[in-house]
């Protein structure tokens, strides 16, 4: 018998093509990539291994991956028109909208003009994004214009070296890395989906990317993680958490972070951001928004059988770090430009026009009546 909840509307449970980047609520814990369980990849790897792996296949050797990694340093800096119009971005804009409009900008500057330039049009992107954030953020809520060079070797310690414009230490530098890693890829997700449909079209690789951040947007996918950080600083306790859950789920309100379309019991991804949440916490010596995230969890399952999904505990794992509510989605992108853009290039590589049918609902035929008869 067909599980309900992965029946029904929303293409639940139906398969809408091949892959072989990833499996969601197959072997291992859950989640693979290409074949490595996600808990080994965050435990073993480094997320640029990660991208490398997604892009090509396989794990990078040492050498492999040192000039992969010099690659990609040397493609952050931004244009100079694309500075310009991330100062014309004001402050009270969305950083999604502020990665749309800069991702589909760039794909002006630097069109990917055919196929074979694919994968640097990905790199190009993995490695700008962190910059296009922060330039944005930081010229239009601080009034400063900052080099978008770092001198550290990885994504997550660039990113946090913008952000706050110091080194970070090593332990957030790892945090980022492995959060970076969580989020990496998640088989056919709605942003991923929409990069593929794009992408089934022989569209460009910015094209993809740019469709793919505003599905990644909306909060019952990749904006959960700042819902979820919304709702959790409004808490004032454990019990107090409790409370006001119980009365949003009379209200038939939907709470963010929690529920699955795919995985049934647990997201894998959450143990992991999870354990690094309570580390985070401790070392901040204030530990009452990791124990308010303990309680929802416990009550959503206790209530609703309802788990925390990867977006969670994202949400005081960053905050722990020091990092804007208002840019934990856009580090989502940071970090899913890797599945998307793989995504892409598997589909070109077998493509047909993604076209499904659909079952018609309206009127049955008739015939146009006369305007002045109507
Ligand atoms: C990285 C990511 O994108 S992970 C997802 C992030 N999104 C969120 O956290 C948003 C909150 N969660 C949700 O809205 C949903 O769980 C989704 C969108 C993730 C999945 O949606 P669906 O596949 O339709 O959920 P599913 O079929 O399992 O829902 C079963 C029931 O639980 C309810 N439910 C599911 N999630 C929640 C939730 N977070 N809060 C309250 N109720 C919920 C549904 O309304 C549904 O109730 P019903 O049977 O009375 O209609
Ligand atoms: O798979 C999904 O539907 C959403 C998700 O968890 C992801 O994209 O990481």
Not at 302 to 327: E, Q, V, W
Request: charge should be negative; hydrophobic fraction near 40%.
């Amino acid at each position: 018998m067909v599980d309900k909840k992965l029946a029904g509307a929303g293409l639940r449970g139906q398969s809408a093509g091949e892959t072989a980047l990833c499996t969601v609520g197959k072997s291992g814990s859950g989640l693979t990539y290409c074949g490595y369980d996600v808990a080994d990849l965050a435990d073993n790897a480094s997320f640029e291994e990660v991208a490398y792996l997604l892009f090509n296949g396989e794990l990078p050797t040492k050498a492999q991956l040192d000039a992969y990694q010099s690659e990609l340093t040397a493609m952050r800096d931004l244009p100079e028109a694309l500075k310009q119009v991330l100062k014309l971005i004001p402050a009270s804009a969305h950083p999604m909208d502020v990665m749309r409009t800069a991702c589909s900008f760039l794909g002006n500057l630097e069109p990917e003009t055919d196929f074979t330039a694919q994968n640097k049009a990905a790199n190009r992107l993995l490695a700008a994004f962190p910059a296009i954030m922060c330039y944005w953020y930081r010229f239009s809520h601080e009034g400063v214009e900052i080099d978008c060079t770092t001198d550290e070797v990885s994504i997550g310690g660039h990113f946090l070296k913008l952000l706050n414009g110091k080194t970070p230490s090593d332990q957030h530098r790892r945090v980022m890395d492995v959060s970076l890693i969580l989020y990496a890829e998640h088989e056919f997700n709605a942003s991923t989906f929409t990069a593929r449909v794009c992408a089934s079209t022989l569209s460009d690789m910015f094209s993809c990317v740019t469709g793919a951040i505003g599905s990644l947007r909306g909060p019952l996918h990749g904006g959960a993680n700042e819902a979820a950080m919304d709702m959790i600083q409004k808490f004032s306790s454990p019990a107090d958490a409790k409370v006001q859950m119980a009365a949003m789920l009379d209200r038939k309100e939907k709470i963010m972070g929690f529920g699955h379309a795919v995985y049934r019991e647990s997201d894998p991804r959450n143990v992991i951001i999870k354990a690094w949440s309570e580390k985070l916490a401790k070392e901040n010596g204030d530990t009452s928004l990791y124990d308010i995230s303990v309680a929802c969890e416990e009550f959503m399952w206790d209530t609703k059988k309802l788990f925390c999904n990867a977006d969670f505990f994202h949400a005081s794992a960053y905050h722990f770090m020091g990092i804007p509510t208002k840019l934990f989605t856009p580090i989502f992108v940071c970090s899913r430009v890797t599945g998307w853009a793989a995504h892409v290039m598997e589909q070109r590589s077998n493509n047909r026009i993604i076209r499904p049918s659909a079952d018609y609902t309206g009127p049955e035929p008739r015939k146009v009546t006369p305007i002045a008869q109507r």
